[in-house]
Structures are given as C-alpha cells and as structure tokens.
C-alpha cells in the first residue's frame, strides 16, 4: 500500500526538491496532498473516468448505487448509501471478442453467480442538497476497493497508486512544475506520467470483468 504521504514524497524526490531519505515540509507536503486530490477530482469531472449519471433520492431509505452514479439527496429524512460490492454481470457489457487478445472467454470459477466486482475506476458521488454533506468515491480495481477522493490525508492509501506507484508519482510531479519550475522534470518523469495518464484512459491492462 502507498500513501498519499509515499507518492507526496517521491514526486518531490523526482523533481529535486528532495534527497534519498528526506521529508517534505509541511508546506510542500501540504501542496503535493492538495494536487493530488485535484487530480483525482479532474480525472472525474473530464470524463477520464467514463460519464457519470444524476439519481435522485427523495425519500428514507436505503440505496446502493450501481456506479457511476452521482446521488442526490433530496430529502431531510435519514438516508443510507451503500457503496456497492458486486453488480450484475450482465450490467455492464463489455466483452467484446474484439477485447480478448487471444485469451479465450472469461469463464467464472465455480457456478456463474451472475455477478462481477464493479468496473476499475468507476464513480460514486453524493450530494446533500440539505447540508454540506458530499462525497466522492472511486472504485480501484487493482485492489478491489472503494476508496475516497475527495477529502485525502497524508496518511490514506493513495487511490490508483497500485497499479503503478512510480507513474502516479510522475503525474503529481509534473503538476507540481509550476510551483517549482519545468527545469526540474526530467524526461523519464515526463514519459512515465504519460504512460500513466494513458493506462487511466485506455485500461488496456485490466479485464472488464472481474469474477471471485
């Protein structure tokens, strides 16, 4: 597991900034969280992570969303929402032969429940149209987990930073050249953040569906 604290601390180290065993200061560090959470947000909000679509909910209860979903609560009265932990196989419909790479269908182990684990990188927002209560989550694949992306601290599991901790590191890096000047990026910073960026979009490396 990276932190947010982790990947803070190497985009500092590839920009100079820091020395091989060296800590931000509560300044940069502080900048780098801050960035970090930005990017996360703006990956959202550019469709980087697929569209996300309006629910309402206007009354009590409970809801679980299906992802990619952004909940508004419409009510006063005490609501619930459940982050989802599998959805219906056939909700998402996305095997395509086209996508197999010669590796045959994707056959369940076990009985076919009919069930998968969400899509990497999909989205669950709510809003509180009667408070300043708001959340944003993503679902990482490579961990299988919801985690929050809205509200990071130095010390929270860095979301997306599995799947490539250097890479997320180079992301924040070059976002951070503004404050510390393009002269200190270097090219294999420059090329790893662009590799990275581009996983996000093409997803090349991970299955659509994914069965326990």
């Not at 996300?52 to 969303?65: D, H, K, L, R």
């Not at 989802?84 to 395509?96: D, F, G, I, L």
Request: glycine share 8%.
């Amino acid at each position: 597991m990276r932190t947010c604290r982790d990947v803070s601390t190497l985009a500092l180290k590839k920009l100079g900034v820091l020395r091989s065993g060296g800590e931000p200061s509560a300044a940069d560090g502080a900048d780098a969280l801050a960035s970090l959470q930005s990017f996360y947000m703006e990956c959202i909000s550019q469709g980087t992570f697929g569209r996300v679509f309006n629910v309402s909910m206007t009354s009590a209860g409970t809801v679980t969303p299906s992802g990619n979903q952004h909940v508004n609560v419409l009510t006063e009265d005490a609501v619930s929402i459940d982050l989802p932990s599998s959805v219906p196989a056939c909700y998402w419909e996305t095997w395509r032969p086209c996508r197999d790479y010669g590796w045959g269908l994707n056959v369940p182990f076990g009985a076919d429940t009919g069930v998968t684990v969400p899509r990497d990188k999909a989205v669950v927002m709510v809003t509180d149209q009667y408070g300043d209560s708001r959340a944003t989550y993503v679902y990482d694949g490579t961990v299988q987990r919801w985690l929050r992306v809205d509200v990071l601290t130095d010390n929270d599991e860095a979301p997306l930073s599995a799947r490539s901790p250097d890479g997320l590191a180079s992301v924040l890096a070059v976002r951070m050249t503004d404050q510390f000047g393009a002269e200190m990026l270097s090219p294999v910073t420059l090329q790893s953040a662009n590799r990275y960026k581009t996983s996000l979009v093409t997803n090349y490396g991970n299955a659509d569906e994914c069965y326990g």
